[in-house]
T-cell receptor
Framework: EPEVTQTPSHQVTQMGQEVILRCVPISNHLYFYWYRQILGQKVEFLVSFYNNEISEKSEIFDDQFSVERPDGSNFTLKIRSTKLEDSAMYFC?????????????FGPGTRLLVL | AQSVTQLGSHVSVSEGALVLLRCNYSSSVPPYLFWYVQYPNQGLQLLLKYTSAATLVKGINGFEAEFKKSETSFHLTKPSAHMSDAAEYFCAVKDLRGNEKLTFGTGTRLTIIP
């Protein structure tokens, strides 16, 4: 069964450093998402991406964040200058287009720790 | 704005007993509703979803949920708990206005007592 994959599974970085989290969505999906889950808190929406542009973003997704689909398979989240409060589990998700294709399929996550 | 409330951050049931996890939503337009499960150190797996068809929805692993518009609820149930059901369960809502985001509840951690 096709699945969303994410790399790395864990990332430790120093405050102020740039990180890039990578995702490979399900191959025929056209909508892509990033969510995060701070330890002990709920899953929060960050951004959605369709047709090579951001379709929706939350207030969390400020200028320090960016997303890109650099090729036909990868979808990346870049945090330009990490803060301590960026420590969280980051989930990528994707969904197909079309009628009755509302389900977002999630990857296993990247646990980011900012020191 | 849409929101989800999950009553009970922790629920414990005995193996073989009924599982009931509560979810109430708020949405100004008819929503789509989802239950996801998160096993330790894993991602979110879809259990079931409501998308304005049948109000009683059956999902994987013997779970089901009933959409009740009058109560704005979408509670998750399973007649007989199994040890493997121990996990965190998240209810999520997506409205039909074209917004892409899922709004999640705070989650309920289900513990199964042998």
């Amino acid at each position: 069964e096709p699945e969303v994959t994410q790399t790395p599974s864990h990332q430790v970085t120093q405050m102020g450093q740039e990180v890039i989290l990578r995702c490979v969505p399900i191959s025929n999906h056209l909508y892509f998402y990033w969510y995060r889950q701070i330890l002990g808190q709920k899953v929060e929406f960050l951004v959605s991406f369709y047709n090579n542009e951001i379709s929706e973003k939350s207030e969390i997704f400020d200028d320090q964040f960016s997303v890109e689909r650099p090729d036909g398979s990868n979808f990346t989240l870049k945090i330009r200058s990490t803060k301590l409060e960026d420590s969280a589990m980051y989930f990528c998700a994707s969904r197909a287009s079309g009628v009755s294709q509302e389900t977002q399929y999630f990857g296993p996550g990247t646990r980011l720790l900012v020191l | 704005a849409q929101s989800v409330t999950q009553l009970g951050s922790h629920v414990s049931v005995s193996e073989g007993a009924l599982v009931l996890l509560r979810c109430n939503y708020s949405s100004s337009v008819p929503p789509y509703l989802f239950w996801y499960v998160q096993y330790p150190n894993q991602g979110l797996q879809l259990l079931l979803k409501y998308t304005s068809a049948a109000t009683l929805v059956k999902g994987i692993n013997g779970f089901e949920a009933e959409f009740k518009k009058s109560e704005t609820s979408f509670h998750l149930t399973k007649p007989s708990a199994h040890m493997s059901d121990a996990a965190e369960y998240f209810c999520a809502v997506k409205d039909l206005r074209g917004n892409e985001k899922l709004t999640f509840g705070t989650g309920t951690r289900l513990t199964i007592i042998p």
